[in-house]
């Protein structure tokens, strides 16, 4: 049997990898941005383009702070949150 930590244990050690707060957030900007899609059809590609602009930092960040101020068992398993950071 190997020692490997699931991803629900390091979620679950990360004090909840993802939120709900952040799941809150992406529900609202989901909403936002079909709102502005049904309103104005020339916005909906570069609204989109932005949106996925702050999503990427937004979430890069989180990401990083996560690997550096949280206990995750492993070198490995930190490299990889710090890569998709």
């Known amino acids: 049997m ?3 930590t699931s991803s629900v ?6 004090g909840g990898f993802y939120s709900w707060s ?3 957030i992406r529900g609202v900007a989901a909403l936002v941005y079909a709102l ?3 309103a104005d059809f020339k916005a909906t ?3 989109l383009v932005w949106f996925f602009a702050i999503y990427v ?4 960040a989180y990401a ?9 068992d492993g070198i490995w398993t930190r490299l ?6």
């Open 57 to 60: 930092l937004f979430d890069g």
């Open 22 to 24: 952040l799941l809150a």
């Open 36 to 38: 502005v899609a049904l």
């Open 2 to 4: 190997t020692s490997a």
């Open 64 to 72: 990083l702070r996560v690997a550096i101020s949280q206990q995750i």
């Open 9 to 14: 244990q390091i979620i679950k050690k990360s």
């Open 80 to 85: 990889a949150v710090i890569f998709k950071g």
């Open 45 to 47: 590609i570069p609204l």
